[in-house]
């Protein structure tokens, strides 16, 4: 038999308190914003940050009547929803999850609370024994994402590290619970605050990372040699290697259990009250954040991967170190900040997010590889590769910007042009702007001279268009002067 402690001794905090009290509740002079009015308030500023941010990054910012100013607002209202529900999820709602059903568990306070000051979270303790398996949990989901393996390599590689990091928070937390419950048994003071690591839960340590490691070199290998990739048969050996660090935990806790049979029931291992049901909840909540950032995560990196054109690109493993930084950094600052100030723990996710959405510039990335771009050109405003059909007119001032285009005759509608190798920049306002990429030539092109444009690339090779068309039809005298109008000049 296993000694017990009992449960409503465990849970009473019989040891003399600190004379400071936990923080009361929250006054400031600051006047308070309605609701609705700050949820509108940082739509407005994620979506108009985006686009700011754009068009700064292409040097243009569009024509706008007054007539357009709703279809502004609209834009700014679905992109900063969007990027406030994917932020949100990837800084914020992890951090608040762990403060309030892990941290501040009333069962859990013991293993994770200050020694000195109760109310106040051990903050290294909350980053050994929650931060840490959850930050090798994104940093591997960052590789995996990265490698663009084979389908079904992302979900196996991110099940099997979820798996070996709630493993590893289950010992840790047991361990933590054991020794509380140890020193209760003995009438000694519970160690509350930061407590030394046994030698087995280094090791445990140890071999979690150790598993997540092959897949961090190949990362390191890809990011300095684009074109080096592992063959999938190594890569999905990197992705189930996690559980190996599982196997070692499920091994060594047999072989503990073998040795704890033969010790005297006075050396035996001291139950602590609901510790099942406890290692469940603590699980359940630790996975449903993890699983909500991973969810975030695929949001970006489905926007960073694939445009409505079909372009494909790598994400710059700069930004990639970046944000697995800010997402760890921010969600240790909310998990502690969460339960007594929560103004502050928004304020923090805001302010990160604002930092991951200019992570770009700061980084000095290519304008059409920075995170607004990325989402222009998901959600079609911008950025994409496209075949225009013009006006005559329309032909006529791509050819005086040395720009080829090929004029075809139609019986019914007269002469068209047609131009590919292009790139919509923008397609707000009065004007399209566009980008020959041969030339690299951006110019601004009145919506009135396009006729249809198409993400669809064009059959003809756009290198074997050239200036010939224009120079047939530089002559031709336009429609305008066909139909002489008095009011023309």
């Known amino acids: 038999m296993q000694p017990e402690v009992d449960e409503a001794a465990f849970y009473e905090d019989r040891e003399p308190r600190s004379e400071e009290a936990p923080p009361a509740a929250e006054k400031s002079d600051i006047p308070k914003l309605d609701a609705s009015l700050a949820l509108w308030l940082i739509l407005f500023v994620l979506g108009g940050g985006l686009l700011t941010l754009y068009y700064a990054g292409i040097g243009y910012f569009p024509v706008v009547a007054w007539q357009d100013a709703l279809t502004f607002m609209a834009l700014m209202t679905i992109i900063g929803g969007s990027l406030l529900v994917a932020y949100s999820f990837l800084l914020f709602v992890p951090g608040a999850i762990w403060s309030e059903f892990l941290i501040f568990d009333k069962q859990l306070h013991k293993v994770l609370m200050m020694g000195a000051r109760r109310w106040e979270p051990c903050v290294w303790s909350v980053t050994k024994q929650i931060l840490f398996p959850f930050a090798v949990f994104m940093a591997f989901c960052h590789f995996l994402l990265y490698e663009n393996g084979p389908p079904g390599f992302v979900a196996v590689g991110a099940l099997a590290s979820l798996v070996a990091s709630s493993a590893l928070l289950v010992q840790d937390l047991r361990e ?67 559980l190996a660090s599982v196997l070692g935990l499920v091994v060594d806790d047999k072989i503990r259990s073998r040795r704890r049979r033969r010790t005297p029931e006075s050396a035996a291992r001291i139950s602590t009250p609901d510790r099942f049901s406890l290692l469940c909840r603590s699980v ?206």
């Open 176 to 242: 933590g619970l054991e020794r509380v419950a140890r020193r209760m048994a003995a009438g000694q003071a519970s160690p509350l605050g930061a407590v030394p690591d046994t030698s087995t839960l280094r090791w445990h340590r140890a071999s979690f990372v150790a598993s997540h490691t092959p897949l961090f070199l190949a990362f390191i290998a890809r990011a300095a040699a684009y074109r080096y990739r592992p063959v999938d048969a190594l890569l999905w050996v990197f992705a189930g290697l996690p």
């Open 284 to 489: 359940l909540a630790f996975g449903s954040a993890a699983l909500l950032s991973l969810m975030a995560l695929w949001f970006f990196h489905r926007i960073y991967k694939g445009g409505n054109a079909g372009t494909r690109s790598l994400v710059p493993w700069e930004l990639l170190v970046l944000c697995t930084l800010v997402v760890i950094a921010t969600n240790l600052a909310v998990s502690v900040l969460f339960h007594f100030h929560r103004r502050q723990a928004l304020f923090a996710s805001f302010l990160a997010s604002l930092l991951l959405l200019g992570a770009g510039q700061l980084l000095g990335t290519r304008a059409e590889s920075t995170l607004p771009a990325k989402i222009m050109e998901k959600f079609g405003f911008g950025a994409q590769s496209a075949t225009l059909v013009l006006t005559e007119r329309g032909g006529r001032l791509l050819c005086q910007h040395r720009i080829p285009v090929q004029f075809e005759e139609q019986a019914e509608t007269g002469p068209f042009a047609r131009s590919t190798g292009i790139t919509m920049l923008s397609r707000l306002g009065s004007e399209y702007l566009i980008r020959y990429e041969r030339q690299q030539r951006t110019l601004a092109l009145p919506k009135e001279e396009v006729v249809s444009w198409s993400t669809l690339p064009d059959e003809r090779d756009p290198e074997r268009l050239s200036m010939e068309s224009c120079a047939k039809h530089r002559a031709r005298p336009t429609p305008a002067a066909q139909t002489p109008d008095p009011k023309a000049k």
